[in-house]
């Protein structure tokens, strides 16, 4: 059967991933808190980790009910209370990684990198098929690396390719209808150990271009792909759906017909 095994958030956006056992479904489509606060750099960017490496010597910890952040770098711990005092944690973050930052918060949309779409899915097979192509990783290292919201298992290995290009299923969850937006290209970030920002060998990319046009399902629809550099699939909810919440053990069921044979 399939089935929500995992959702995850990132309450601040290129920091630590938090599982979670449910979230609501906010007014903008993404799964609540996730990206809730962003730091922004004075050209307007915000802070991620493709560009600043220094993300990765900091560990954070979040409470969801005081929006408190705990943070450790280079021996030095600190509370922050990002609700009430933004600029106390905009600027020790600033001075960590050598650059004036602002702190903000955005419940309805936050920080995603596609302010038109809404959560990102995978299935599980899919995490432990990529795990699979090298000597050193494991199914939860890719899935921190690729920064995953929803995780469904018991399906197949790029289940959620099915649901991109033209005449493209949707799947339900909790009650919740999830169509697809676009696969994920990915970037630099999946190469990186999200603990120490150390590479992977140089080698990643084309390992992973090579298995992932060697395991590209038939039924899917490359030419909503472009390039075999993506993975995950970004959903979008409508909105009628929005304010709902999605828990962990929802069964899965895909609305009109699946393109993987036999699935119906």
């Not at 060697?214 to 304010?243: C, K, N």
Request: net charge negative; with cysteine; charged share 30%.
């Amino acid at each position: 059967m399939a089935r929500v095994e995992n959702i995850g958030v990132h309450p601040v956006k290129a920091f630590e991933r938090v599982d979670v056992e449910s979230a609501r479904i906010s007014k903008g489509g993404i799964v609540e808190p996730d990206r809730l606060y962003a730091f922004q750099k004075p050209n307007g960017d915000m802070v991620n980790g493709i560009e600043l490496d220094g993300v990765h010597d900091v560990t954070t910890s979040f409470d969801f009910e005081t929006e408190e952040l705990t943070a450790s770098a280079h021996g030095d711990r600190r509370h922050f209370d990002l609700r009430n005092d933004p600029d106390a944690a905009a600027e020790w973050f600033g001075d960590v990684l050598g650059v004036d930052l602002t702190l903000h918060r955005d419940p309805t949309h936050g920080f995603i990198s596609r302010p038109e779409a809404g959560p990102s899915v995978v299935s599980t097979a899919t995490l432990a098929e990529v795990a699979s192509w090298f000597d050193d990783l494991t199914p939860d290292d890719v899935r921190r690396r690729i920064r995953v919201n929803v995780e469904i298992s018991g399906v197949p290995a790029f289940w959620e390719d099915q649901f991109v290009g033209d005449g493209a299923p949707a799947f339900e969850a909790g009650g919740i209808r999830f169509e697809g937006h676009e696969p994920c290209a990915r970037c630099v970030i999946p190469q990186r150990d999200p603990d120490t920002g150390e590479r992977t060998p140089d080698d990643f990319r084309s390992t992973f271009l090579e298995r992932r046009e060697e395991t590209f399902p038939e039924w899917a629809d490359f030419e909503a792909f472009e390039h075999y550099f993506r993975l995950m699939l970004i959903a979008s909810v409508p909105g009628a759906d929005r304010g709902k919440t999605l828990s962990i053990g929802d069964e899965v069921e895909v609305v009109g017909e699946s393109r993987i044979p036999d699935a119906n």
